[in-house]
């Protein structure tokens, strides 16, 4: 079994309209996400995932969507949590092998969401 971990970035505004702190009003960030995918290579071409395949499924399902956008437009409440779930969503059966989604609003701390029935 092999991993494989592709990084990203957008640059998004949202704001969070269930807190009461500064993340209330608009503002925005410069995300930096991760796939995480688990699999076996191909016998014959010893490749689990074409890099490049990676790259065009998360840009059709997920870059084009949220880079210079308001979050708010099409996630109801999108906290860092929220996101990685909604990126999880998108990509589900799309990604072979996903396990895992990392994302980091600040350069600091990040959320990781393991899907619905991910396992620790």
């Not at 500064?22 to 503002?27: A, E, P, Q, Y």
């Not at 490049?52 to 308001?70: A, F, I, P, Q």
């Given at each position: 079994?092999?991993?494989?971990?592709?990084?990203?970035?957008?640059?998004?505004?949202?704001?969070?309209?269930?807190y009461s702190g500064?993340?209330?009003?608009?503002?925005g960030h410069n995300?930096?996400?991760?796939?995480?995918?688990?699999?076996?290579?191909?016998?014959?071409?010893?490749?689990?995932?074409?890099?490049?395949?990676?790259?065009?499924?998360?840009?059709?399902?997920?870059?084009?969507?949220?880079?210079?956008?308001?979050?708010?437009?099409?996630?109801?409440?999108?906290?860092?949590?929220?996101?990685?779930?909604?990126?999880?969503?998108?990509?589900?059966g799309k990604l072979?092998?996903?396990?895992?989604?990392?994302?980091?609003?600040?350069?600091?701390?990040?959320?990781?969401?393991?899907?619905?029935?991910?396992?620790?």
């Open positions: 079994m092999h991993q494989i971990e592709a990084e990203f970035t957008f640059a998004a505004a949202h704001r969070l309209p269930r500064k993340c209330f009003n608009l503002h995300y930096r996400f991760q796939v995480v995918l688990r699999g076996d290579p191909d016998p014959y071409t010893g490749i689990f995932v074409d890099f490049s395949e990676v790259e065009n499924l998360v840009k059709e399902h997920v870059l084009d969507r949220v880079d210079h956008t308001n979050l708010n437009d099409f996630i109801e409440n999108p906290t860092a949590e929220n996101i990685a779930s909604w990126m999880w969503h998108r990509l589900e072979p092998g996903l396990v895992e989604i990392r994302l980091w609003e600040i350069p600091t701390s990040c959320v990781v969401y393991r899907g619905p029935h991910g396992k620790w």
